[in-house]
């Protein structure tokens, strides 16, 4: 699975160039079956999140390091307390 997000810091590209970008690189990957766009970080995170099981591997990339690595650990104690 592969979830694509797009933000406010498009680094002077126009609206949807970086998905399209992205996508176009994802063509032909035959790991990625099922491919997801978004729009904004945290919710690029959480759809990530929530599907993972035991044994997964997620890796995301992000723009906003410490707010990310915040929001990634309040996930991590939400489902710790769930």
Known sequence: MV???QDQCQ???ADGEVLALLRQGLK???HA????????????IDTALKDL???D???ILVDQVEEALAHIARRIAETKRA
């Open 33 to 44: 079956k099922h491919l997801t766009e978004i729009r904004g970080e945290f919710l690029a």
């Open 57 to 59: 591997l997620c890796l």
């Open 11 to 13: 680094r002077g590209r």
């Open 28 to 30: 032909n990957a035959r």
């Open 53 to 55: 099981q035991a044994g």
């Open 3 to 5: 979830v694509l997000y």
